[in-house]
């Protein structure tokens, strides 16, 4: 392993270094205010809190009786008592005025979500009560145990009190959190706005969909990954069509997505080969770059180039490769550029069902599929893995790291490994 400070000084970078570079580079987006419905993927701008608690008045949890306990003191299978049941709240009436000036063993008849009158303080469900005279919600029924004091009762703020975190700023805005929202109101909700990027695959043999595959071409399947990926992610994304290996045309293409976009994300040419112009196409440009190099396998020609607050990430044309670039460098970048506050990837611990025999001077990162047992997580790397195949994604739930050195790593050994 080079020492650390020549290692950066010829833009050498571990995938760790090159994740904060990357990330802390992004820009931050501005704010806009989306419906609430809409803001469903997005990031919090604001940090929401409870502007009143929740539930927001008492409330029956069951189907039963409103009561005041101390009137029901006494009451057993031997001596039942009476309770004259003189009004019924439906849920969605107001509370308000209800049995204020009752005569002591008076009940309320209340469903669940009924408001609770002030006066009362249980209630007692309806399978306890035997009903003796008059209608259900007017009458008289008789019960044989006295009430528990505030049971079946939510008091307001029991969910959440007042001035309560809701939603914190920079926190994806899920389901879940749309339901904490909507709880309270809200209406309109303060998200970022969405970054915009551009991916451009480069290279001579790539052909669309559509076009006819012509000896020696293949179709371009990395930019429509790209594409996908970072739009489910919540970015705007503009794909551009096959740009052939050539440095000029690369570096006019970049340069005129630049105008629309932070960041722009290339895939092939990104070696040394004679034909490999990402590099010199960024040169061009006038960017400078970040890393040119990133310890990894596969990827390890991957690079990255900044002019201003523009970005270019410029990826490998293999597939596997393009992928893991993808999930180790593009996408906490973009986590940033979307106002996230947590961007890193974040790892986790496994065991590896089956060992990958592969020495290589670099961290592997490895497809696999992962799945829970009693001792933990078991990661089991994905066969037919080579850098230029595309199948070995479909099943794959995992990317896992094999340490750099050595033979590759056995069967029973601890990895660490990031959920695809
Ligand atoms: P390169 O990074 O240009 O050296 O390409 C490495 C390998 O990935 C070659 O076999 C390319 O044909 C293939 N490749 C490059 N770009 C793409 C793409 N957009 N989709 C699928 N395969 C690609
Ligand atoms: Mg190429």
Redesign the pocket.
Known sequence: MIETRARKREGVATVEEAEEWLGLRAVLPGKEEAELASALGRAAAETYVSPFPLPPFRRAAMDGYAVCTADTEGASPDHPLLLFVESELKAGQSAEGVRADASERSAVRVFTGSPVPASCDSVIIQERVRRVAGEDGIGVVQIDRPAELGQHIAEPGEDLPECSLLVKQGTRIGAKELAILASFGFERIAVYKKPSVVVL???D??TLPGQPLLPGR??????FMLEASLREMGAVVHRLP?CA?NAEEIAARIDQAWDAADLVVT?????V?R??CAKSAAELTGAVPLFTKVLMRPGT?TSAFVRGNKTLIAL????S??FAGLELLVKPYLRRALGREQFRNEWEEGTLSAGVAKPCPYPRFIRSRVRASADGWRIEPLPNDRS?N?AAFAGAGALAIVPAGGQGAGAGQRVRWLRL
């Open positions: 695959p480069i290279g043999e790539l293949i179709y371009d399947s990395n930019s096959p290996d895939s092939g040419g990104a070696s080969g034909y490999d020609p490998s044309g293999n597939p490769a393009c230029g595309v």
